[in-house]
C-alpha cells in the first residue's frame, strides 16, 4: 500500500515537472539555453526527496532538458495570480547543474519516449564547400596527418563542419571513441553543444562548463578552456579514450592554455598514437607572430570570404570609410607577454572617446546608415560604449549596449530585441567579435581603430551572416589621420590604410587595388627611365640607389623606416632583404626573406645567432638557430619582436630609448673613422650613440661587400646603358622616313 502510494505520489510529481517543463520550454528563455538538459525545478518539501531523485538520476541523452533552480516552490494544485508571480520569480538562468548520462535502472522517474525514427533520420543538407572540408580533413587523415588547421570565413558554419566531422572520423581503436570540442568563450560551447545534440541524439553530450563538471567518459565532451584548465580538470580525460580533438576559434592554439591541454592529450607534438586534431578558424594568423606550426602541421582548407561572398554563401558587403581625424601617434601599444602589438586600450579610448569624434560617428551613421534596421557599433571599452550610446541617443536614435559586465539575462533579452529589429543600433566593445551568431545585422560600424587584421577581419564578419530579406551589410570604416601600421578596411584589399572609399563593395576594392597597383608599376617604370633608379616596394626588395662611398651607405636610414614603424626595436637592414636586430653581448636576431619561396611556403625566416665566449670556442658564434617562419613580413617581424622582448633586455633593444640620443661614445668614432678620409672624421656632435651603433651593425654584417657589389651592379647598368643607347641609335639610322636627309 505504501509502495502505491509513493508511486502514485512519485508519478503526480513528475506530472507536475513535466507541465513546469512544457512551459518552460516554450518560454523566449528557454529557447537561449542548451537543448539537452533536464528541465528540473529546485524546491521546498514536500516535492524535494523526488527532485533530489532526478536530479542524481542517469538518465537517457534523447530526455533533452535543463536543470533549474527556482527561488520558490509552486505546489502542482497552485493557480492564479500566486503561481503567476512564483513563475515571474523562476531563475532560469542561474546555476546550471550537470545532468549525468545513461542508466535508467532504479530510476525514480520514468523516462521519456524515444524520439521517433523520422526524426533521428533527418540529416543535414551540407553546402558543396562544407562537405569538399570534410573530404579534405578526411582525406590527409587517411594519408597519416594528425593535426590539421580549416581555415573558413565567419558565417560559413564551421561548427556544423567540424560537428560533422565527429561521426565522419573513425575511432582509432576500440576504445578510442570520444571526443573533446574545445573553445574558449561560453557562447562558442554553447553554440557546439546544440549543434552536437541536434546531430547526435544517441550520444552522450557533457559539459564543462563553469560549474558543470564533466564525467570525462562522454561520447562527446564540449568544454571551455578556461574551466577544463581549473584546479587541472583536465587530467580526467584519458588520451588513451579519444579520436578527435576540435577546436573552435584555433587561431588562439598557440595561447599557454591550450598548450598546457594539448600537451596532456599528446598534441603538443607530433605522435602517432595521439588523437586526430582538427582546429578550425575564420582568422588563421597570429598578429604577435606566435608559429601556429607548433600545434598544426597542415592547413588542408580554405574558403576566403570574398570568394563566399561571390558564391552567395555570404552576404554582399559594401564599404565606406570615414576620415575621423582621430590622434594616434602618441597612442601607446600593448607591451609584455602575449601582446599582440595593438594599441593599448586605455590610451586608444582617451584619443578616440571625444565629444567631437563620437558626434562624427553618430553623424557618419546618419548619413550613410539611418536607413539599415540592425547595426552594431565596436568600441574601443567600457567608457567609449557608454559615451557613444548617449550619443546616439542625443541624436533620437534607440541605441542600446552590451558589455562583458552586463548581466546575462539582461544581455539575452537585449540580443533577442535586436535580432527582432525593436531598436536599431546595438553598441559593444570586446564582446560580439567571435562565436556570436546574429544575421539580421546589416550595418557595422567600426568605431576603433585596431593594428590587428584579425580583429577587423572578425568584427566585419558579423555583419556577413545571409539573412531573409537582407540585401547587403555596410561596413562604415572610422579611418583615423594616417599612422603607420594602422588596419583598415582598405588594407583587407591590398589599398593603403589612408584610402577614402564611398559604398564600394568588395569587387569594386579589388579592382580599385589593382588599379592601385598598375599606377604605381607605371610610376616606377617612369622613375626608372628618369633617374635610373626603380622600386617594386618591399614585397620584392629591387631597389637601385647610387652611393658615393661605404660611410653613406651605413649611414643610409631609409632601410629602417618600415620595419620600425611596426616594431619598437632597433631593427637595421643591413641588405635589402636581410634586418639585424643587436642583443646582448653581440648576440644579434637575423631577419630575412626566402628566396624562390611557393605560393603556399614561408616567405619570411628568423634566426638566433648566439656569441660564444672566447674560453668556450675558436668560433666566435653559436651555430644559427632557426627562431620562425612567417607568411608576411609583418608576422615575422611581430613574431622576432615578441622572442626578443622576452629573451633581451629592452634597454639594449629598444628604439626610442633615451640612450640612442646621447652623443656617439670615444669607442665608436674610432671604429667608425677608420673608414673616413683623414680630413673627414667625425665627432662627437655629428653622430648619436644610437645612430653609431646602427652603422657599426651594417658594417659588422656586409656593409664593405654590399657597397662593392652594389658599385658592380652600377658599373653594368652602366653599360648596359651605352649599349642601349646605340642600339636605338643604329634603329634610328636605319628608318627610312619622307623628308630631308641630315648631311
Known sequence: MATASAASSSAAQHAWLSSTAAGISSSATAAALP????????????????????SSARYSPTSRALLV????AIPATSSGPRRERASKNRSFSASLQYARPICEAGSAVPSPPSPSPAATSQRLTLRDYQEECIQSVLSSLEKGQKRLGVSLATGSGKTVIFTQLIGRVKPRSEIATQTLILAHRRELVEQAARHCSRTYPDK??????????????????VASLQSILSKDRFLKFDPKRFKLVLVDE????????????????????????????VGVSATFSRFDGLKLGAVIDEIVYHKDYVDMIGEKWLSDVIFTTVESKADLSKVKRKKGKGGSGDFDTNSLSKAVNTVELNDIVVRAWFAKAAGRKSTLVFCVDLNHVAALTQRFRHYGVDARFVTGDTPARDRAERLDAFKKGEFPV????????EGTDIPNIDCIVLARPTRSRNLLIQMIGRGMRLHAGKQNCHIIDMVAGLETGIVTTPTLFGLDPDELVNEATADKMYELADRKEAEKAREAQARKRLTGTESTGHSYNVTFTEYDSVFDLIADTSGEKHIRSISPHSWVQVAPDRFILSGPGGTYLKLERIPDAGPEAPKYRAWEVRALPPAVSKSPYAAPREVLSAMTFTDAVHGCDKYASENYPFFIIGARLPWRKAPA??????????????DDKLSPEDVTKGKAADMITKIKH???????????????RQKSAIADELHRARKLNELVSVGPLSA
Request: charged fraction near 20%; include cysteine; aromatic fraction near 6%.
Open 665 to 678: 661614445t670615444e669607442e665608436q668614432l674610432k671604429f667608425l673613422n677608420k673608414l673616413r678620409a683623414a
Open 35 to 54: 537543448s539537452f538538459f533536464f528541465i528540473v525545478a529546485v524546491l521546498r518539501p514536500p516535492l524535494a526527496e523526488a527532485v533530489a531523485s532526478l
Open 204 to 221: 552522450t553530450i557533457e559539459l564543462e562548463l563553469g560549474k558543470l563538471s564533466a564525467s570525462g567518459t562522454a561520447d562527446i565532451t
Open 250 to 277: 584555433a587561431h588562439h592554439i598557440v595561447a599557454p592554455g591550450y598548450l598546457k591541454v594539448l600537451e596532456h592529450l599528446g598534441l603538443r607534438t607530433k605522435q602517432p598514437d595521439s588523437p586526430h586534431l
Open 702 to 716: 656586409g656593409a664593405r661587400g654590399r657597397f662593392a657589389s652594389i658599385e658592380a651592379a652600377r658599373r653594368r
Open 426 to 433: 546595438l553598441i559593444n566593445c570586446g564582446v560580439f567579435t
Open 69 to 72: 533552480r527556482t527561488r520558490a
